[in-house]
């Protein structure tokens, strides 16, 4: 009676993910689907907004490249991107390099680019441990509560497996409400790479 799982969990977590070297070297996505992109992690090291939000980003390689948003005025995402700080994380599809006006190398994002942008609160190792997360709960289908088998109960933004509302609601204060946009976001990209 039930439906074996799909194996969606194909992708690589260093192929798929590359570095700032290596993406820069990347193609532009041609933007047809299906097609494999590739998604670029980073950790905020530092806001550095002037003018505009700025931020540095460590890749996970650990170089060190600039972040800046070229918004329309009045974006109302600007004041948000403008406080990223320390601690957190951007996960950028098919990004593309771009050299600003002194030279430099490194990320700049337009209005219509930040669909393709999240801005996460953990670290990349953090992000990348919650994979394995992800990829268990396909073979393993136990409440992520009670370890009950067989559940059948799913969170909406994440797809997480309760047995029940109760064990949902019952994980959500201690525990889910600080990952759940980050298993979203992971579960996306699992589409993208399927
Ligand atoms: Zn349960
Ligand atoms: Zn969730």
């Not at 194996?7 to 977590?13: E, G, R, S």
């Not at 980003?57 to 403008?82: H, I, Q, S």
């Not at 409440?143 to 067989?150: F, K, P, T």
């Not at 509302?165 to 992971?186: F, N, Y």
């Amino acid at each position: 009676m039930s439906t074996p799982n799909r194996p969606k969990h194909k992708h690589d977590l260093d192929f798929d993910y590359p570095d700032f070297l290596t993406w820069a070297q990347l193609p532009p996505f041609s933007g047809e689907w299906p097609a494999r992109g590739w998604v670029f992690l980073a950790d905020v090291v530092r806001n550095e907004s002037f003018m505009r939000p700025m931020v540095r980003v460590r890749d996970t390689a650990g170089k060190e490249v600039l972040l800046a948003f070229y918004l329309d005025n009045g974006n109302p995402e600007a004041a948000r991107l403008a406080q990223m700080g320390p601690g957190t994380m951007v996960a950028i599809k098919n990004c593309q390099a771009k050299q600003f006006m002194d030279g430099q190398i490194g990320i700049r994002l337009e209005d219509q680019d930040l669909a393709n942008l999240k801005h996460l609160p953990c670290t990349v190792a953090k992000f990348k441990s919650m994979n394995n997360q992800v990829i268990r709960d396909v073979s393993e289908p136990k409440c992520e509560r009670c370890g009950a088998a067989d559940a059948r109960k799913r969170c909406g933004p994440c797809k997480t497996r309760y047995c029940s509302p109760e064990c949902q609601k019952a994980d959500w204060r201690p525990s889910h409400k600080g990952v759940c946009q980050i298993l979203a976001t992971l579960r996306d990209y699992d589409e993208m790479f399927a």
